[in-house]
């Protein structure tokens, strides 16, 4: 048995404002591997890019604050590090795949600027060293005349090369755990099975442990070992890819995966979810899903369920209460 490279601890990540206090991620564990890669999946606002934010500790402190919870990188608490200690982590030990690629890049810089000031800070090498190496990184992640793309700026790239580019700069630094938000978002269907099988395959040469955040549970098939289902800042439902494919168990990973397109067997409509995901101020007592569940029985209206063992899931559910 592999030992795990992160373990995060019943992690809650708040956001104080005005109007509300907003529990964005609230009571959330898992652990990964090395060289293993876990699938976190939901609907936009369930928790998951605010989980990934928390672990590199990105998030702006105000209006957002960890609140408790542990988040262990190899034994060692991130969670009570210093800004500075951590200066000294990201990059170099956990690195990051942002979601928008033309955002995440600064504009006024070149591509190879931008990948050598990590190998520089990081690796302690010259100018001229984190260059070439930049170039290699380049050529790792497939991008034509790496000598001459190094010196373009990310205006000049598509989007597919920008998301390139983001992945090179991510492991520039060999990074021991590389976390996804969205790697393939707003890309067209051919880059995004290209970038999918570049992670796989630098995550196989590299031995990097991966954190794969997306909303498309086909994309999770392709690439991940394990999945995490998140709901409003919870976990409802947490498995080894297979178990989960073939017997789901909470009422909301079956609604999304009867919501995936079938491309074998007879035309019918898409069964969609009903309703939308609540705000997190929003939330009484309760089951978070009771309002778009099918299955809601009365105790779903004031108690909220654990995680139970159900067969080799873990499932936040009353129906499966022994």
């Known amino acids: 048995m592999s030992e795990n490279i992160l373990e995060v601890k019943n992690l809650k990540t708040y956001f104080y404002t005005e109007e509300a206090v907003v529990p964005a991620v609230d009571g959330v564990s898992f652990s990964i591997a090395k060289g293993e890669t876990l699938g976190i999946v939901g609907e936009s606002g369930s928790g998951k890019s605010v989980t990934a934010l928390s672990i590199m500790r990105l998030l702006p402190e105000p209006p957002?604050?960890?609140?408790?919870?542990?988040?262990?990188?190899?034994?060692?608490?991130?969670?009570?590090?210093t800004n500075d200690q951590m200066r000294r982590v990201r990059g170099n030990s956990i690195s990051m795949i942002f979601q928008e690629p033309m955002t995440s890049l600064n504009p006024v810089y070149t591509i190879g600027r931008q990948i050598s000031e990590a190998i520089m800070l990081h690796q302690k090498v010259g100018k001229k060293d984190a260059m070439k190496k930049a170039v290699e990184m380049l050529k790792l992640v497939k991008i034509p005349l790496p000598e001459k793309r190094i010196s373009d700026y990310p205006h000049q790239m598509s989007g597919g090369m920008r998301q390139r580019v983001m992945i090179a700069m991510a492991l520039s630094c060999v990074p021991e755990l590389l976390i996804a938000d969205e790697p393939t978002t707003a890309l067209d269907v051919t880059i995004q099975a290209q970038i999918l099988a570049l992670i796989k395959e630098?995550?196989?040469?590299?031995?990097?442990?991966v954190i794969l955040i997306t909303h498309d549970?086909?994309?999770v098939a392709e690439v991940a070992e394990k999945v995490m289902?998140?709901?409003?800042?919870?976990?409802?439902?947490?498995?080894?890819?297979?178990?989960?494919?073939?017997?789901?168990?909470?009422?909301y990973t079956v609604g999304l995966l009867n919501s995936i397109p079938k491309i074998k067997g007879p035309k019918q409509k898409l069964k969609a979810i009903p309703g939308?995901?609540?705000?997190?101020?929003?939330?009484?007592?309760?089951?978070?899903?009771?309002?778009?569940?099918?299955?809601?029985?009365?105790?779903?209206?004031?108690?909220?369920?654990?995680?139970?063992?159900?067969g080799q899931s873990l499932v936040r559910c009353w129906n499966y209460q022994q």
């Not at 289902?229 to 009422?251: F, I, K, N, Q, W």
Request: include cysteine; proline fraction near 7%.
């Open 64 to 81: 957002a604050k960890i609140i408790g919870g542990q988040v262990l990188f190899k034994g060692e608490d991130l969670v009570s590090k």
């Open 202 to 209: 630098l995550k196989e040469r590299l031995g990097t442990s």
């Open 217 to 219: 549970l086909g994309v």
């Open 229 to 251: 289902v998140m709901y409003c800042g919870r976990a409802v439902e947490y498995a080894d890819v297979a178990t989960l494919y073939e017997s789901p168990r909470h009422p």
């Open 276 to 310: 939308v995901v609540p705000q997190p101020q929003d939330i009484t007592a309760g089951c978070r899903f009771q309002t778009r569940c099918t299955y809601v029985k009365d105790r779903c209206l004031t108690d909220e369920p654990p995680l139970f063992n159900v």
